[in-house]
T-cell receptor, first 114, second 111 residues
Framework: DSGVTQTPKHLITATGQRVTLRCSPRSGDLSVYWYQQSLDQGLQFLIQYYNGEERAKGNILERFSAQQFPDLHSELNLSSLELGDSALYFC?????????????FGEGSRLTVL | GIQVEQSPPDLILQEGANSTLRCNFSDSVNNLQWFHQNPWGQLINLFYIPSGTKQNGRLSATTVATERYSLLYISSSQTTDSGVYFCAVVRGLRIWGKLQFGAGTQVVVTP
């Protein structure tokens, strides 16, 4: 158990819909990261938050947005869903705000868009 | 961005065999981690090893940062070692959190 909690574990929805994925970081970790794992793209970095502020952005679509709340949990919002958004979405957390910290990953949220 | 290449892409082992997985990266790094993704999709931390050598049970890892590669050793493999092994790196101190993953090595351990 990494200490990072993600909900829901599985989600099935239809094209055009909107979903919210939730992540609770390990106790004491200030950084939260979101990653997408799809069959054709591998593990892709989406976005990082540190103590409520956005720190880095990767290949995140405009239809996707995220935020980190004062209690440090984070949510990833995916809207106008397309078939290609079906993927495993991981949240990770670390203590550090820079690149020198170890990241711990949650178990992922598996999204299926039909 | 930084390139991360893992080899071999696939590996089939008989239970009890030893193996070495390699990760080459194209630039200096400040963070290097090895992960095991099990058949259920969970990403499990194996090593945080920007440099040096570490051991954890039957697994060990070595990173030679100056030569831009890392090795993961699996000894006396077991069927539970099956899954995908990922190497991931972060280049530099100014790039926040962009842990760049390699494509992984798919390992199958047969009884």
């Amino acid at each position: 158990d990494s200490g990072v909690t993600q909900t829901p574990k599985h989600l099935i929805t239809a094209t055009g819909q909107r979903v919210t994925l939730r992540c609770s970081p390990r106790s004491g970790d200030l950084s939260v990261y979101w990653y997408q794992q799809s069959l054709d793209q591998g593990l892709q970095f989406l976005i990082q938050y540190y103590n409520g502020e956005e720190r880095a952005k990767g290949n995140i679509l405009e239809r996707f947005s995220a935020q980190q709340f004062p209690d440090l949990h984070s949510e990833l919002n995916l809207s106008s869903l397309e078939l290609g958004d079906s993927a495993l979405y991981f949240c990770a957390s670390s203590v550090a705000s820079t690149s020198t910290g170890e990241l711990f990953f949650g178990e992922g949220s598996r999204l299926t868009v039909l | 961005g930084i390139q991360v290449e893992q080899s071999p892409p696939d590996l089939i082992l008989q239970e009890g065999a030893n193996s070495t997985l390699r990760c080459n990266f194209s630039d200096s790094v400040n963070n290097l981690q090895w992960f095991h993704q099990n058949p259920w999709g969970q990403l499990i931390n194996l090593f945080y090893i920007p440099s040096g050598t570490k051991q954890n049970g039957r697994l060990s890892a070595t990173t030679v940062a100056t030569e831009r590669y890392s090795l993961l050793y699996i000894s006396s493999s077991q069927t539970t070692d099956s899954g995908v092994y990922f190497c991931a790196v972060v280049r530099g101190l100014r790039i926040w959190g962009k842990l760049q993953f390699g494509a992984g090595t798919q390992v199958v351990v047969t009884p």
